[in-house]
């Protein structure tokens, strides 16, 4: 079965550094984009970081320059770094997968569980 199972998060204070681990199973890791979203409470859903298939990565303003994000193909782990860690980064971190299914002409999905990362002033 698919897992991506997180980890690596926890309390920090504002300024501190953490790294974030997801390690998937049940796909063929190489043929999916991977990222990471957060949630924090009241806001919607974002894209924190993606990487392709092919290691391109992307990541929102708000984050750019202190995050980085990679991928393990040995592993079949992808990791984010976080540095400079501010209270605005305070959420719920979620790995994602997904693949481009041309026969039945929609996403294959997939997501882990979450984990809490929160950051103190």
């Known amino acids: 079965q698919v897992q991506l199972v997180e980890s690596g998060g926890g309390s920090v204070q504002a300024g501190g550094s953490l790294r974030l681990s997801c390690a998937a199973s049940g796909i063929v890791f190489t043929l999916y984009n991977m990222g990471w979203y957060r949630q924090a409470p009241g806001k919607q859903r974002e894209l924190v970081a993606g990487?392709?298939?092919?290691?391109?990565?992307n990541y929102t303003d708000p984050v750019k320059g202190r995050f980085t994000i990679s991928r393990d193909y040995a592993t079949s782990t992808v990791f984010l770094h976080m540095n400079s860690l501010t209270p605005e980064d305070t959420a719920i971190y979620y790995c994602?997968?997904?693949?481009?299914?041309?026969?039945?002409?929609?996403?294959?999905?997939?997501w882990g569980q979450g984990t809490q990362v929160t950051v103190s002033s």
């Open positions: 990487i392709s298939s092919g290691g391109n990565t």
């Open positions: 994602n997968a997904d693949r481009w299914d041309r026969l039945r002409k929609r996403s294959q999905v997939f």
